[in-house]
T-cell receptor
Framework: DAKTTQPPSMDCAEGRAANLPCNHSTISGNEYVYWYRQIHSQGPQYIIHGLKNNETNEMASLIITEDRKSSTLILPHATLRDTAVYYCIVRGRTTSGTYKYIFGTGTRLKVLA | EAQVTQNPRYLITVTGKKLTVTCSQNMNHEYMSWYRQDPGLGLRQIYYSMNVEVTDKGDVPEGYKVSRKEKRNFPLILESPSPNQTSLYFC???????????????FGPGTRLTVT
């Protein structure tokens, strides 16, 4: 199964862009990269996903390197409410051939006032 | 409102006393899953279900049982809870993961279980 590696913690000033990196060097050609976040101990919340092209939605942008070995989640104007743990996830396959999410330990982002 | 609900949200129990944590979703999702979250270990999958009457083990299934008799419900059963099952549990659902679809998972609010 492809694994992801993220820095354990990051700080970002309020109003600035938060750039959260993720390494997934063992990713397969058809595996998507997903990003979720978890605020306090609430259920994780979906942010964005991508395969090889850069993606943008109302929450964030996802930049995937050309070799797909790493990606960066960008929160363009971080607010205090963006303080959370951010998970970079690759979908792997179960032994029965279906897909499953593989969560790492995430990056704890702290947005500073 | 589309949502995944779990009950109870908090539970303190004693070793060996059987318990069930319920999970229900109102989005007609085929796929449902249970995770546990422990400090420093992230989320680990316990069991998942591709559809009604179809369940399979995740990464940490020991000590747990599940059933999927109806599409909307996916209860997690601890037949004989032990202290090492003290954890934060999340139920999640999505459209089918059987194919290469890119469906997001919706998570419930979590159940904090303490086994003494």
């Amino acid at each position: 199964d492809a694994k992801t590696t993220q820095p354990p913690s990051m700080d970002c000033a309020e109003g600035r862009a938060a750039n959260l990196p993720c390494n997934h060097s063992t990713i397969s050609g058809n595996e998507y990269v997903y990003w979720y976040r978890q605020i306090h101990s609430q259920g994780p919340q979906y942010i964005i996903h991508g395969l090889k092209n850069n993606e943008t939605n109302e929450m964030a942008s996802l930049i995937i390197t050309e070799d797909r070995k790493s990606s960066t989640l960008i929160l363009p104007h971080a607010t205090l409410r963006d303080t959370a743990v951010y998970y970079c996830i690759v979908r792997g396959r179960t032994t029965s051939g279906t897909y499953k999410y593989i969560f790492g330990t995430g990056t704890r982002l702290k947005v500073l006032a | 409102e589309a949502q995944v609900t779990q009950n109870p949200r908090y539970l303190i129990t004693v070793t060996g006393k059987k318990l069930t944590v319920t999970c229900s979703q109102n989005m007609n999702h085929e796929y449902m899953s249970w995770y546990r979250q422990d400090p420093g270990l992230g989320l680990r999958q316990i069991y998942y279900s591709m559809n009604v009457e179809v369940t399979d083990k995740g990464d940490v299934p020991e000590g747990y049982k599940v059933s999927r008799k109806e599409k909307r419900n996916f209860p997690l059963i601890l037949e004989s809870p032990s202290p090492n099952q003290t954890s934060l549990y999340f139920c999640a659902s999505s459209l089918s993961l059987a194919t290469s679809g890119t469906y997001e998972q919706y998570f419930g609010p979590g159940t904090r279980l303490t086994v003494t």
